[in-house]
């Protein structure tokens, strides 16, 4: 699953501005008259003050683009690019108080205060954004994973190049060299893991969102690159080429920017940042509801699962999540302890045909465990996946690290989109399906005809796959 991608700075630097803004205006409120009560911000003067300087701001924001050299400023300029928004807004506002004849109504010192306190608590909090983007949000799970592929004598360039550009959105995970054997070592601090040999086996394997491809113009004819790209796709990494790509019949493609290189941008399939945004806010809001009901959940089965048998309350297993991303997911335990250690033993009563394990009557679980099956109640730890992030509330199955191993590269694609608690494959008969392939099937139908009513109608077909315990063991 690909997207457009935006600077996240455009959409939530105006409002850390604006935080910092109104923070401002009600700290100079408790200085100059001593509180920060209705009693003064309800006065209809200085609530219309507060209006239109939050008005004003926003208007000299976008057309000052305060956003776009973020991350390429120090701190000197960053202090310097503060000053003169909060001098042009201040020269606005007064313009603005001027025309209206207003000027002896309010209290100058307080407007005074108010223009030089926001300038230091926009720039602390501008500091303070940069920081978290750079030096955590880069590096966490959150952050798009990309692998360069170039030729030996432009890595060192392109690498270089990315770093003074500052990028917080994206992190180079390694590099696939196409002009020779480097696998092991290192260019500008990022390691060479594949080549032209193994680059498909080795993007399976590693946590990549997309592909980065900058190739030089006589390498052209000895590559397959649209191949290449098709690979990828197939595997539902978002491919960006910074080459001249005429007469390349792919489709799902825009032009973009990245890093200062012009790029094509290949995806099975694009979204919007939007759609995915406010799939996002559906999770937060459906996650903070299923973690309250697991709480509630947790009085009831936690002695019972205790009384059965001893170990812990909840069991949690690492599982491959969103392009190979590892994250710890969590169930009710409704298995006997050490029960991961017994499947192998068990492998030959496996139902499934493919890269996943179902048994009927598997001898693993407790009575009480298969009561949480029959009627899913195992499942709602999930929710507290959900809101930390690693798990969407619809979405594709999460499969398990021996499973992942043994996937082949197409089967790369059904992750693509986040893993969900529910799913088409869940809705769709769930253990009555015995072929991995049709997992796959349904798992990538759900990717290509993603919508919110898709959702919404996965979401109630949940309900009552749950109340009539279809598919269910």
């Not at 501005?17 to 009560?37: E, Q, Y």
């Not at 680059?199 to 052209?220: N, Q, R, S, T, Y």
């Not at 169930?331 to 050490?338: H, L, Q, T």
């Not at 991995?436 to 919404?456: A, G, Q």
């Amino acid at each position: 699953m690909g997207m457009t991608r935006k600077s996240m700075p455009d959409k939530y630097l105006l409002i850390i501005d604006l935080c910092s803004l109104t923070l401002s205006f009600l700290l100079t409120a408790w200085i100059r008259f001593g509180t920060i009560t209705n009693e003064w911000f309800s006065i209809r003067l200085y609530g219309e003050a507060y209006s239109a300087v939050t008005l004003i701001y926003i208007a000299v924001y976008f057309f000052y683009d305060t956003s776009s050299r973020l991350f390429k400023r120090g701190f000197l300029d960053e202090l310097f690019a503060v000053i003169k928004m909060n001098g042009l807004l201040a020269a606005l506002f007064f313009a603005v108080v001027f025309i209206f004849q207003g000027g002896s109504h309010y209290s100058r010192l307080f407007f005074a205060m108010f223009f030089i306190i926001n300038i230091f608590a926009d720039y602390l909090a501008r500091q303070y954004f940069k920081l978290i983007l750079l030096g955590f949000y880069k590096k966490s799970n959150l952050s798009y994973k990309i692998m360069v592929m170039t030729s030996s004598d432009q890595a060192g360039k392109i690498i270089a190049r990315m770093n003074s550009e500052n990028n917080w959105e994206y992190e180079i995970r390694y590099l696939t060299i196409i002009d020779k054997s480097m696998i092991g070592e290192r260019i500008g601090n990022i390691e060479v893991k594949a080549d032209l040999g193994n680059m498909f086996d080795v993007a399976k394997k590693e946590v990549i969102d997309g592909v980065f491809i900058h190739i030089p113009g006589d390498w052209l004819t000895d590559i397959n690159l649209e191949q290449i790209i098709l690979e990828f796709q197939s595997m539902g990494i978002i491919v960006d080429l910074s080459i001249n790509t005429f007469g390349l019949k792919i489709h799902e493609k825009v032009i973009r920017q990245m890093s200062g290189y012009h790029v094509m941008t290949f995806s099975s399939r694009l979204y919007s940042e939007g759609q995915l945004m406010l799939k996002r806010l559906m999770d937060i809001i459906g996650g903070l509801i299923g973690c309250i009901i697991t709480l509630l959940l947790t009085i009831f089965i936690a002695p019972a699962i205790k009384l059965e048998s001893p170990g812990p309350v909840f069991f949690s297993q690492i599982r491959i999540g969103k392009n190979g991303r590892r994250f710890k997911i969590y169930k009710f335990r409704s298995m006997y302890p050490n029960a991961d250690k017994r499947q192998a033993e068990l492998m030959a009563q496996n139902e499934m045909n493919g890269f996943m394990f179902k048994m009927k009557d598997d001898p693993r679980v407790t009575k009480v465990g298969r009561f949480l099956r029959k009627t899913s109640l195992d499942e709602f730890p999930q929710f507290f996946n959900v809101l930390k992030g690693d798990m969407s509330l619809v979405g594709t199955r999460p499969p398990t690290e021996d499973e992942f191993i043994r996937y082949e590269n197409r089967h790369k694609r059904r992750l693509a989109f986040k893993s969900g608690v529910t799913g088409l494959w869940q809705v769709s008969g769930r253990s009555d399906i015995t072929d991995f392939e049709e997992v796959v099937k349904l798992d990538l139908d759900y990717i290509d005809n993603w919508s919110f009513k898709l959702d919404f109608k996965i979401l109630l077909k949940t309900i009552g796959v749950v109340i009539l315990g279809k598919g269910a063991r």
